[in-house]
């Protein structure tokens, strides 16, 4: 009898602990906040890529197929992150016991599969690119995460992706495409610089990012370049002939840089974090300041 309540007890902790935790486990293990500004982004796209607001229906389904793989990016990756959660990130759903594993593996197919079918119903090319977008997330979270660089190109291609597919599903690129190109320069700029930041960590966990296997200085280098390169990508709407809205970039532009030039001149762990918090933050900016592109 004593067996049998440490067993159900044991059973009950595996759940969660209660109906109303393990039900919350499921949306706090899709981390909400970012598939919902990735849902904006896919939007933006659609509305930077026409430089009008489409229908109101293919937006919705923009933002449900880019959130839903953004959620089921994040519940993959924790499901095989789980051993390193363990001993880094052991408030997370998983490594706490808020939820099987098995479980969020099949939370994740789960979300994939209505995704995808969502997809199914805007168009062929963006069912085609979120099948490659939800692809790379498994792909990255089972082999490409512990490689050097070829991790950051990885989550920097999707960053990228997400205005593309709003370019998609109303069927022109405009502005967007611009917009798509920035977004993943900036984000592998970024990614860079943060590994720089984690460097201590990751050397512990036994990681092999790009500052642990070239140094700090010379991962600084690729960041800054990348940073820059941004700057430069940015300037191929004022080569088409974009107008006066363009100028909102500027600002965006000058953030950038800076942080490329603060990366390069301190590898300090506290300039690395103001750095990547620049960048972090252009993203979405860059997207706000091509929406007012694309409107005006």
Avoid at 173 to 196: S, Y
Avoid at 228 to 252: C, D, H, N
């Amino acid at each position: 009898m004593g067996e049998a309540t440490v067993s159900a007890s044991k059973s009950s902790s595996d759940a969660g602990g209660s109906p109303l935790e393990f039900l919350r486990a499921f949306v706090e293990i899709t981390r909400p906040h970012n598939c919902a500004l990735a849902g904006v982004v896919g939007v933006l796209g659609s509305i930077v890529a026409t430089g009008s607001v489409p229908d109101l229906g293919k937006l919705v389904l923009v933002f449900l197929v880019v959130y839903l793989g953004c959620a089921a990016g994040n519940t993959i990756n924790d499901y095989f992150d789980y051993e390193i959660d363990r001993i880094n990130r052991p408030d997370r759903v998983l490594p706490r016991g808020a939820m099987k594993r098995r479980t969020a593996l099949k939370y994740a197919i789960a979300l994939f599969a209505i995704g995808l079918t969502l997809a199914a119903l805007i168009n062929v090319p963006a069912f085609l690119l979120a099948l490659w977008a939800y692809s790379t997330m498994v792909i990255y979270a089972w082999k490409l995460k512990p490689m050097p660089f070829i991790g950051n190109v990885a989550v920097a291609s999707l960053t990228g992706a997400t205005p593309l597919y709003g370019a998609l599903a109303v069927g022109r690129i405009g502005l967007a495409g611009t917009l798509a190109l920035c977004a993943f320069l900036v984000n592998v700029a970024r990614e860079v610089t943060k590994d720089i930041e984690d460097m201590e960590g990751d050397m512990a966990a036994g990681a092999r990012t790009l500052p642990i296997v070239i140094g700090k200085k010379k991962a600084a280098y690729v960041g800054a370049a990348f940073a820059f390169a941004t700057v430069g990508a940015s300037f191929i709407p004022v080569m088409a002939g974009i107008g006066v809205g363009y100028w909102a970039m500027l600002p965006v532009d000058a953030m950038i840089a800076y942080a490329g030039v603060k990366v390069l001149r301190s590898q300090d762990s506290r300039d690395v974090h103001l750095a990547q918090q620049l960048l972090k933050m252009s993203i979405f900016l860059a997207v706000v300041a091509f929406l007012i592109a694309a409107l005006v």
